[in-house]
């Protein structure tokens, strides 16, 4: 991803990264989404309302077992498109930088997006969703099933305040 396409804005600061990595992934498959360039994806999962594909490994595709009924996923996915050095960030919509700890922007330290999404269908290792907003060909990182006695915490809050 070029600097002009995401790179620093006014006010943002970056950091120079480790040299080596604390921890190894398994990319278990890739997203297909309709999107081929960052200006064209939505800004975040729930404005979408896109069909998108969970191609899922074969290698990993025992693990979708027992997966007939479920309405909803978490999928964690890596934005290997983003930049890791910036830990703050001047959000277009915000007045002021902010930390990149306190937003939902794919650049961050360990690019790891999430989103709550809506299984349509199940087709051998091929999963269709709708609830996605990342570029075609993203790594794949892992499935998990959606439990909303569970997982939704309606009393959430986020923090406007800064620190």
Excluded at 45 to 68: G, H, I, M, Y
Excluded at 93 to 120: C, D, M, Y
């Amino acid at each position: 991803m070029s600097d002009a396409e995401f790179g620093p804005r006014p006010g943002e600061e970056s950091v120079d990264l480790p040299a080596g990595f604390d921890a190894g992934l398994y990319f278990v498959g890739r997203v297909r989404t309709p999107w081929t360039e960052r200006r064209d994806c939505p800004r975040n999962s729930a404005q979408s309302d896109a069909v998108c594909t969970l191609e899922v490994d074969p290698l990993f595709a025992p693990a979708l077992a027992n997966l007939d009924g479920t309405t909803h996923l978490i999928v964690l996915y890596w934005m290997d498109r983003a930049p890791r050095n910036l830990v703050a960030q001047q959000p277009r919509h915000a007045p002021a930088p902010r930390g990149t700890f306190s937003l939902r922007s794919p650049a961050r330290p360990n690019p790891i997006a999430v989103s709550v999404v809506e299984l349509l269908g199940i087709e051998d290792r091929r999963l269709r969703v709708r609830g996605l907003d990342c570029l075609d060909g993203t790594p794949l990182l892992d499935i998990k099933p959606y439990f909303a006695s569970t997982d939704a915490r309606p009393q959430a809050q986020v923090g406007s305040r800064r620190t």
